[in-house]
């Protein structure tokens, strides 16, 4: 079984940063896809950014591209979504997610919910203006 962990989220002011944490746990994690995802209040939840573990390939939603940016550290099991440049409507519920590919070898990044089998529980990332 899969545990995600994350951690980081906090109270921000407009035009700050953060970094989230995902520290994943429970099994190896080749072949896994690895997505960040957030939900505001009355929200649905929507695709931040992914990346296939330990491949380097990674994707982002349109309001991520140019701010954010997801890695990954393998030794250490975790995933991180470095912010800058918050604005006030990226305040939301922060969750990361896991799945293992279909594929042998990966070569895209989910980005919809139903497609990950393995969720934390949120981290709150609030941005005020």
């Known amino acids: 079984q899969v545990q995600l962990a994350e951690s980081g989220g906090g109270l921000v002011q407009a035009g700050g940063s953060l970094r989230l944490s995902c520290a994943a746990s429970?099994?190896?994690?080749?072949?896994?896809?690895m997505g960040w995802f957030r939900q505001a209040p009355g929200k649905e939840r929507e695709f931040v950014a992914g990346i296939i573990w330990g491949g380097g390939t990674s994707d982002y939603s349109n309001s991520a591209k140019g701010r954010f940016t997801i890695s990954d550290d393998t030794a250490r099991s975790t995933i991180y979504l470095q912010m800058h440049s918050l604005k006030p409507e990226d305040t939301a519920v922060y969750y990361c997610?896991?799945?293992?590919?279909?594929?042998?070898?990966?070569?895209?990044?989910?980005?919809?919910?139903?497609?990950?089998?393995?969720w934390g529980q949120g981290t709150q990332v609030t941005v005020s203006s």
């Open positions: 429970g099994r190896t994690f080749r072949r896994f896809l």
């Open positions: 997610a896991g799945r293992r590919s279909r594929a042998v070898i990966p070569t895209r990044v989910y980005r919809i919910v139903n497609e990950y089998d393995y």
